[in-house]
Structure formats: C-alpha cells, structure tokens
C-alpha cells in the first residue's frame, strides 16, 4: 500500500495531498514545483514562483508594499522556500488554482526533469532581472497575474491557473488520515527494527533499509552481505521507516495530520469557500461536497445537490462492488502466479532433461562413429595385409625363377666353353629346349608387380560432416502431440450412433494438425479408422444395435502420430426408435405426426423408408392402420437404400415385403408372389414386421398373430423399413418395441 502513499513528485508519504481535476494527488508544496507559464504565453512566472531570495529592484518598486508584507507573512517558511518568493504577492502561490485550457479542463505537457521517483516534471524557470517590473507596465491597468498552469506528473495533462490559487482546489482529508495512521503504524515498527541478518542473538538494531530487497541491515550486516557495488550499486538504501530520513517518516506526522497532533482526533472537514461552514451536502454536477453557504450564494445554487450522508453510503457501496472485482483478478492473478511458479519447475526439470537427452544423443553418435572407425580400420587393415601378402609371394616367385634362370646360365656358360663336340652336340638340344622355356617364362608382365601401393578406398565423410553442422533442435521444438483427453460428459450414443468429443490437455504447446478416430467392429473386432480430420466432435452413423463398441483417438502432425487416449466403451441401443424418411421418401407420400403417419396423395403405390438401417441384431416394430378404404393392397417389409420407389414394394429384387389386402396376404420379392395366407387388415389392424438378422428371416404378424411361416430367409446385409401405399390407407408408425417373446401358432398358408 505504501506506494499508493507516495507523492509521485517527491517520491515521500504525501504532505498536504490536494486533489486535482485528473482525479491524481499530488503534495500541495510539490504542486508549486511544477506549476508553470502556460505554453501560450511568452512571459515567466509571476516573482512568487521563483527561487526564494530579495527580488530585483525593479520588481520591488512595481510591487504594492503592503500587500507584499502581508503575503510574505502568511507564507511558511517551508512552503515558501519550495514556492514562494520576496516581493510582491508572496501569498499567490497559495492561491494559485486549478482551471482548464479548454472545455475539457487538459492542455499538453512536455516531460523535462526527473524528481526523486522518476517521474519527469517541469522546473521553475528564473525570471531575468527586471522581467516582472517590464510585465507589469507593460500590461494594461487592472489586469491580473500571468496566467500559469500546472501539469499532472502522472496523466502528463496540464490545465490553466487562475487567480484563486491552490487554495481553491480540495483537500484530500481522507488520504491525510490514512498516511498519518500509516506513520504511526511504521514509527511503532521502527521502534523494533533489527537487523535480519545478524546471526548474533539479540539481533543489533537495523541501521539502513534497502528498498529493491526489502532487508533491513545493521551496519556490519550492510558491509559484508550489501556491499554497494556490483548488482547493489544500483540498489537505494534508506534509514530504517520511523527514523529521521527516513521516506515519509519521522518528520512527516506535522504534515500527515493537516497541522493537528500524530495522536489527536480527525479535524472536521470544512468548506474551502467558507472556512466556518462544515460539509453538508454533496453536488452531483461538480463531484465535490459543498456547503449550505455554497448552495445559497455560489455557483451550486442550481446544481443538483444530494445528501452528503447518502451519496457517502452510495459510493461506498458502488467502491465495495468495484473492490469485489479486483478482489476476483486478485484471486487468478495469485492463481496464475502460482501457475508460472509451477512453470518454472517444469521448465527447470524439462531443461535437464533435454540436457541429458542430448548428451546421450550425442554420445550414442559418438558411440556409432567409434564403432565405425573400427570398422573402416579393420577394413584399411585387410586391405594393407593382402597388398603385403600378394606382394611377398610375387618376391618369393621371382627370386626362384631368378635363381634357377641364374644356374641354368652359368651351366650353359660352362658347356659351351668345352672344346668336345661330339659331347655339346649330345646335350645341345636339351640345353636350348630349357633356355626357351626359361624364357618364356618371363611373359609380358611378369616383371610387374600385381598390386599397387595406393589403397582403393576412399571415405566420403562430406555427407556426414553436413549432418553434423546442420543438426539442430528443430525435431525437439516440434514433437508429436500429446494424448487427446476423451470428454466422457459429451460422449453419448442414440439408436444405432455414437458421438465421441476430445480435447487436448492445457498447457500443450505442440502443433495439432489432426485427429483420427478409431472404433472396433462391436464385436471386440481389430481397431479401424472411422474418422480422420481437424474436428474435436465426431457422431458415427449405422452401428449395429445392442453392440458395444470400443473407441479411441490420437493426435498427429508434421512430426509424427501422437499415443493414443484413454478407450471409451460405448453401448448402442437395444430396441430402435425410428421414423420415417422425409428425404428419401416419394414426392407422392404425405407425412405428419413428427413423420411417424404416412399417407399417399396418388392411387398408385408408392414406396416410404425408415430412418433406420439394421445389419445386426433382432427388430421388431408395428403399423397400426388409421384408415382403410376400397380395400387397397398395403406393402409392409424391408428394402434396400436404392429400391425403386414408385411402385409396390416388393416387386423388385431390392425389397422384401407382405401386401395384403381386407381378405388374404401374400409374400413378395422379385414381383414373385408365395405363401399366400387368409387373413387381412381392415382400419384399426395392427401389422408387425420382426426382423432376425442372427437367424437371417423375416416374419409378419397381423393382430399379433403370425401371418403364415417366416416369410424369407437368407436375408443379410443393410435393411431399413419399408412401406408402399396410395391414397386409401393411412398408417402410424410404432417403433421402439420390445421383441415378442409369446408368438401364436402362424396360420396355415393357404396354397
């Protein structure tokens, strides 16, 4: 709360807080700081706002003495040196008041200085000698002061001064109480201020304060744990609060108390107009409590004007809901507060483990080009050892033919210098048989060595070194989705559909691209895709009834399939509830009663379908028959979704039916007729059609009899119900039916 006590001027608990037309506060001495010459004049302040000191020569002489005298000694010395100045008119300062440029009560502000808390106002700018005795005359008899203005340090808006002075604008009596409570709360701490550092028991007592830490130091405790150097250079030590220097301590309770005792009661607020009159009343039209005096002689005679005790209580009120408000954003920004603490250790843990992550990745690669090297060093090793092997045995050869080639020469060197003919002759013929194939021997290449000192193996590691330079966290930053959260509360099923909803986990920062849905076959069958899209809501169509079905869902992205979610068991319904088809029906059949009535504007039959389609399971609904005229031929039974619709069922190879009429009934399919059975329908007959898919049959009953034998057989696939008639019959459809457990023998057909 402390800052909402300081000045934003001085940067001190408040000292005579003045409220001005913005709604901000500002000390009233810190108000004549920054009060300025309007920006449209070319002319400076008037004397009393410049620097304390004796005034020029030339303004004392244009200055009246009296009214000089008499400002001089009504101005505090404190207020005076902030303000005020010598000479004539000492008292405008405290009379100078807040009024606007325009309409709108804001003008333009242009930040120049800084005060003690950072924030940027204008400084009071000297007059130059003889500049005010040079106004004076030079302004025309009668005319009041400069006019002068005074810039929010807060907003930055500014407004126009008029003569009245600062006296005409209001205190702010409420604020005044609560820094005066607020010292006295901080001069009874201070009395108890230790050091929290000490480690000495008792603790020495508390010699400076630093604001940014919020720890109060003794002087050892400042030196060796604040040391006002490094990051603390920047740090603002103060004395501890209560103490002499201390902001808005100690030399602030005269101030704080508007002039009355620290201990003694609040001082009654009184008008600003008339001194003696008390508040009483509140006007609505300039927002600030006036008096009875106010209401009689000035200008809120003919304001609207309210009880001051009312509206007190009303703005109390109207504060009271504003506070529950913030107390709301209070509460979640402390929830949220919370939420980024936990962030942080999240991102603390989850930047260890990517740590470790990586330099396990990047020791198993070192690991891999380890085992590499090996690899390329046994091969080099091979290849070494087979060029040393090849060239060793070409040595050894050589050596051996070079030797015997050698001994044959210096044999035959021997022979041919003997001188005994007969004796060459006997051995001549061997001896240059041997030189010749000694010679051929040394076939071309024999004398080049087989293998070549270089090693035919060349490693290409440029892909590799790419690699390595181009890796990066691009597959970490975008890593596949996290598991969908099923939403059990919006997963239903109705008839033979089910709907799945999902969503993704808060907090979960991976992209999502989509999902894919997948469901069993109901039968605790594989898994298989149903649905693939960027929906969070999926309703699947034509389930068998009675099943129970296993769903499941996963995320993906550029980056690959997520895990899957939790799997969702859903159970379809046992019995079907179902109407007719508007949309598939003929243009000839009138439906009404929520399309469970059915009529024909044709004498021509014509074909109706369910809503429904079955493929499983055992089915059973009934057609009660409203009216009966001219003893049509009604078609009830089963069909496909593309039967042909303008004719009786059952005349083509997509419907299975029984039409009957007031007398007999007969079974069709293929336009073939069978089975025909006595017994018809009249108005107020009840037909059901109960539909096996387990036992693949279909049978008929009228009245709650069976009609004759099961009518068909072998019958799998997709059916719907199905009904043809024209303009003499009308029928009701009854469905979500029990299956009839007590059938009556079946009336023999009659052949």
Not at 251 to 275: E, F, L, N, Q
Not at 534 to 562: P, Q, W
Not at 669 to 682: A, Q
Request: charged share 20%; aromatic share 6%; glycine share 10%.
């Amino acid at each position: 709360m402390e800052e909402e006590l300081k000045c934003p001027v001085c940067g001190s608990l408040f000292r005579e807080p003045i409220i001005l037309p913005c709604s901000h506060n500002v000390c009233l001495p810190c108000a004549r700081t920054i009060a300025v010459q309007t920006p449209e004049s070319e002319q400076h302040l008037p004397p009393l706002l410049h620097p304390r000191g004796p005034p020029p020569p030339a303004a004392a002489a244009a200055a009246p003495g009296p009214g000089a005298a008499a400002g001089s000694a009504a101005c505090p010395d404190s207020e005076c040196a902030a303000g005020g100045g010598g000479g004539g008119g000492g008292d405008h300062a405290d009379k100078l008041s807040l009024h606007s440029e325009t309409d709108s009560g804001y003008g333009s502000y242009t930040p120049s200085l800084k005060s003690p808390n950072g924030v940027r106002v204008l400084p009071l700018v000297p007059a130059p000698p003889g500049a005010a005795a040079a106004a004076a005359a030079a302004a025309p008899r009668g005319a009041g002061p400069a006019s002068s203005s005074l810039t929010c340090p807060q907003c930055h808006r500014s407004a126009s001064l008029d003569q009245r002075g600062l006296r005409g604008f209001q205190r702010n009596r409420l604020l005044e109480a609560i820094v005066q409570r607020y010292q006295q709360g901080r001069a009874a701490a201070a009395a108890a201020a230790k050091c929290q550092l000490c480690d000495r028991s008792p603790a020495e007592p508390a010699a400076v304060l630093c604001e940014q830490c919020e720890v109060l130091y003794c002087a050892a405790c400042q030196l060796r744990c604040h040391p006002a150097r490094g990051p603390f250079a920047k740090h603002r030590l103060v004395p501890p609060p209560g103490q002499p220097g201390a902001p808005g301590g100690g030399d602030g309770g005269k101030g704080a108390g508007g002039g009355g005792g620290g201990g003694g009661g609040r001082k009654v607020p009184t008008c600003a107009v008339h001194d003696l009159e008390n508040y009483s009343m509140y006007c609505v039209s300039c927002r600030s409590p006036v008096c009875y005096q106010c209401l009689e002689e000035g200008k809120h005679g003919k304001h609207e004007v309210k009880a001051l005790g009312a509206m007190w209580k009303q703005h109390k009120a109207q504060l009271s809901q504003a506070l529950n408000g913030v107390s709301d954003k209070a509460k979640e920004a402390k929830e949220f507060l919370v939420q980024l603490k936990n962030l942080l250790q999240q991102i603390q843990e989850n930047g260890l483990d990517y740590e470790a992550c990586l330099v396990a990745q990047c020791d198993a690669l070192v690991d891999a080009l380890t085992r590499q090297k090996a690899k390329l060093l046994t091969k080099v090793t091979k290849e070494r050892e087979h060029k040393l092997k090849v060239v060793w045995d070409q040595i050894n050869h050589c050596t051996l033919k070079l030797r015997q080639s050698t001994g044959l020469m210096e044999y035959c060197l021997e022979v041919i210098k003997e001188n005994d003919p007969s004796g060459f002759l006997q051995i001549s013929d061997a001896l240059i048989k041997r030189v010749q194939v000694s010679q051929e021997q040394w076939v071309k290449g024999a004398l080049e060595p087989k293998v070549s000192a270089e090693f035919d193996l060349t490693l290409d590691s440029e892909p590799l070194l790419q690699s390595i330079h181009q890796l990066d966290f691009i597959q970490m930053k975008c890593r596949v989705p996290p598991v969908p959260l099923l939403q059990l509360e919006k997963c239903c099923t109705r008839n033979n559909s089910v709907t799945l909803a999902w969503r993704m986990p808060p907090l979960s920062h991976n992209p999502v691209e989509g999902y894919i849905l997948e469901l069993d076959d109901g039968d605790g069958g594989q898994f298989r895709e149903v649905y693939v899209g960027k929906e969070t809501l999926c309703t699947i169509d034509g389930l068998h009834f009675n099943s129970t079905y296993n769903a499941r869902v996963k995320a993906f992205n550029s980056s690959g399939v997520g895990p899957y979610s939790k799997t969702v068991i859903l159970q379809t319904s046992d019995v079907a509830w179902f109407t007719f088809d508007p949309s598939s029906a003929h243009r000839d059949i009138v439906l009404s009663n929520d399309n469970q009535t059915a009529t024909c504007n044709s004498y021509d039959d014509r074909v109706v379908l369910g809503t429904a389609a079955f493929s499983k399971g055992v089915h059973y609904w009934e057609l009660h028959v409203d009216r009966y005229d001219n003893h049509p031929d009604p078609a009830f039974g089963i069909a496909r979704i593309n039967v042909v619709k303008d004719m009786m069922l059952g005349k083509d190879d997509k419907a299975w039916a029984m039409y009957v009429d007031n007398n007999r009934s007969w079974f069709m399919h293929c336009n073939s007729h069978t089975n025909r059975t006595e017994g018809g329908v009249s108005k107020g007959a009840t037909v059901g059609v109960l539909l096996d898919l387990n036992k693949h049959n279909l049978t008929f009953y009228i009245n709650g009899q069976q009609q004759g034998p099961p009518a068909f057989e072998n019958v799998e696939g997709v059916f719907m119900p199905a009904l043809s008639l024209n303009r003499n019959v009308q029928v009701t459809l009854h469905t979500g039916l029990e299956v009839p457990q007590c059938v009556k023998q079946p009336k023999l057909p009659n052949n």
